[in-house]
């Protein structure tokens, strides 16, 4: 094993909690729509309310495919560094904005219309920050370690997650009653959230720009960064697509959508949900790096066929069973069962997107087809399932859940291990 220089673990750490801290601004919505939902939407059916807000989560999701593009070619053509820096401002800005709208009973549909401008800057900030920081944490890695180091996107990630859960469970638990986290309890994470920011645009400040970038300077400028370019690897672009359909479909209803099921499907209370949650969330977090390593040592197919196979059989028999559940431990067996699946795609789909561009279109490469990606299937997930459960045929989306990923196991079938064929080795550095 190549030992890591200094250098490149300050970077992958620094990059890394940027990620998180990014991760947490966005996911802090989800976590806390529970307590917010009717806040900004008229008194009425509590399903209703969280339809409301979640369409609202969906919309923020609109916004990261143009994030993905406009961070994608800032970082392709001005650098990964600074255009790391510029996305975690501008959740700084979202969040901050979150936590200072006035209640629909004080400004009436003008609330939920700030909601809306707060959540689509952040689903732009978080639409560039995937690709950018996939590019960056890979392009930093040791050619043998980057499945394990190019994990860390999503440790951060997930991790993002836990610190919201990790607050909502302080302020239910030891803080604040029920009824104040429902009058103005809700806006401690959004404030939490935008002074993290600040702290995130300060390391981020300080990061090494990588060498992959440093050494394509040289390119003709018009050949960096821009969607002309990228269409000239139309098989790596239709691979991103279809690798990620089924994952990120899969991964937001674990993970975002998982408390509302467990709350209003499950029949467990709001604070059962968030202690399972965020249980279930840290051994997720803890298992990248392992599937990471395991990925650097029989390579990256054989995990995304194992979530492709087990993901595509297992699905809707796991969900049915969570759905009957007798109480909160049997829910959290069988949602960290299916989180063991969902991690054959979540602890490399970030490393083997970088691998299949080269130097001067790979951020853009990265992010793009995946947002566009994301924002069709993984920003609809709550909506849908929700939907389907207002029209009392849940167990449709179990399904929808199930199509999604077999297509991306044909995918699986057909595509190339990226850790032999990786473009990352023909870096000129």
């Given at each position: 094993m190549t030992p890591i220089s200094p250098r490149r673990l300050k970077a992958i750490l620094g990059g890394s909690v940027g990620n998180l801290v990014e991760w947490y601004d966005w996911y802090a919505y989800s976590a806390f729509a529970l307590y917010f939902s009717g806040a900004f939407f008229p008194a009425g059916d509590a399903t209703a309310q969280l339809l409301n807000t979640a369409g609202i989560f969906a919309l923020g999701f609109l916004m990261r495919p143009i994030g993905g593009w406009l961070f994608g070619t800032l970082a392709d053509r001005i650098g990964r560094k600074r255009a790391?820096?510029?996305?975690?401002?501008l959740m700084s800005v979202g969040s901050l904005l979150i936590a200072c709208i006035p209640t629909y009973a004080s400004i009436g549909l003008a609330a939920p219309a700030v909601l809306l401008l707060a959540r689509l800057l952040q689903g732009l900030s978080v639409g560039g920050e995937y690709g950018v920081s996939a590019t960056y944490l890979s392009e930093m890695a040791t050619p043998d370690r980057r499945g394990f180091y190019s994990s860390f996107q999503y440790v951060t990630l997930i991790g993002g997650q836990l610190i919201a859960l990790g607050i909502q469970l302080i302020l239910q638990k030891l803080l604040l009653t029920e009824d104040q986290l429902h009058d103005w309890g809700w806006r401690i994470p959004f404030v939490i959230g935008a002074i993290l920011s600040v702290v995130a645009l300060y390391l981020r400040r300080h990061l090494d720009e990588t060498q992959a970038f440093e050494a394509q300077q040289t390119q003709p400028q018009e050949r960096k960064g821009t969607v002309r370019e990228?269409?000239?690897h139309p098989k790596a672009v239709l691979t991103v697509v279809g690798l990620t359909l089924g994952g990120t479909l899969a991964f937001y209803t674990y993970t975002t959508y998982m408390q509302k099921f467990?709350?209003?499907t499950v029949h467990l209370t709001k604070g059962q949900s968030t202690l399972i949650s965020f249980l279930s969330l840290l051994i997720f977090a803890a298992m990248q790096p392992l599937f990471g390593l395991l990925s650097d040592r029989i390579g990256r197919r054989p995990l995304l066929l194992g979530f492709g196979v087990f993901g595509t059989l297992a699905t809707v028999p796991l969900l049915t069973a969570l759905s009957h559940a007798s109480?909160?431990?049997?829910?959290?067996?069988?949602?960290l069962l299916a989180l063991i699946?969902?991690?054959?795609?979540?602890?490399?789909?970030?490393?083997v997107k970088a691998e299949l561009f080269p130097a001067e279109v790979r951020a853009l490469g990265v992010g793009l087809p995946y947002a566009l990606t994301v924002a069709i299937f993984g920003g609809t997930a709550e909506y849908i399932a929700l939907l389907f459960k207002n029209l009392g045929h849940e167990s449709y989306f179990y399904w929808y859940i199930t199509g999604a990923i077999a297509i991306s196991l044909v995918v699986y079938l057909f595509m190339a291990d990226t850790k032999k064929t990786s473009k990352l080795n023909q870096d000129p550095v």
């Amino acid at each position: 094993m190549t030992p890591i220089s200094p250098r490149r673990l300050k970077a992958i750490l620094g990059g890394s909690v940027g990620n998180l801290v990014e991760w947490y601004d966005w996911y802090a919505y989800s976590a806390f729509a529970l307590y917010f939902s009717g806040a900004f939407f008229p008194a009425g059916d509590a399903t209703a309310q969280l339809l409301n807000t979640a369409g609202i989560f969906a919309l923020g999701f609109l916004m990261r495919p143009i994030g993905g593009w406009l961070f994608g070619t800032l970082a392709d053509r001005i650098g990964r560094k600074r255009a790391m820096t510029t996305s975690v401002l501008l959740m700084s800005v979202g969040s901050l904005l979150i936590a200072c709208i006035p209640t629909y009973a004080s400004i009436g549909l003008a609330a939920p219309a700030v909601l809306l401008l707060a959540r689509l800057l952040q689903g732009l900030s978080v639409g560039g920050e995937y690709g950018v920081s996939a590019t960056y944490l890979s392009e930093m890695a040791t050619p043998d370690r980057r499945g394990f180091y190019s994990s860390f996107q999503y440790v951060t990630l997930i991790g993002g997650q836990l610190i919201a859960l990790g607050i909502q469970l302080i302020l239910q638990k030891l803080l604040l009653t029920e009824d104040q986290l429902h009058d103005w309890g809700w806006r401690i994470p959004f404030v939490i959230g935008a002074i993290l920011s600040v702290v995130a645009l300060y390391l981020r400040r300080h990061l090494d720009e990588t060498q992959a970038f440093e050494a394509q300077q040289t390119q003709p400028q018009e050949r960096k960064g821009t969607v002309r370019e990228l269409l000239r690897h139309p098989k790596a672009v239709l691979t991103v697509v279809g690798l990620t359909l089924g994952g990120t479909l899969a991964f937001y209803t674990y993970t975002t959508y998982m408390q509302k099921f467990l709350v209003n499907t499950v029949h467990l209370t709001k604070g059962q949900s968030t202690l399972i949650s965020f249980l279930s969330l840290l051994i997720f977090a803890a298992m990248q790096p392992l599937f990471g390593l395991l990925s650097d040592r029989i390579g990256r197919r054989p995990l995304l066929l194992g979530f492709g196979v087990f993901g595509t059989l297992a699905t809707v028999p796991l969900l049915t069973a969570l759905s009957h559940a007798s109480g909160q431990w049997e829910a959290f067996f069988i949602l960290l069962l299916a989180l063991i699946i969902v991690s054959g795609y979540t602890s490399i789909n970030a490393v083997v997107k970088a691998e299949l561009f080269p130097a001067e279109v790979r951020a853009l490469g990265v992010g793009l087809p995946y947002a566009l990606t994301v924002a069709i299937f993984g920003g609809t997930a709550e909506y849908i399932a929700l939907l389907f459960k207002n029209l009392g045929h849940e167990s449709y989306f179990y399904w929808y859940i199930t199509g999604a990923i077999a297509i991306s196991l044909v995918v699986y079938l057909f595509m190339a291990d990226t850790k032999k064929t990786s473009k990352l080795n023909q870096d000129p550095v």
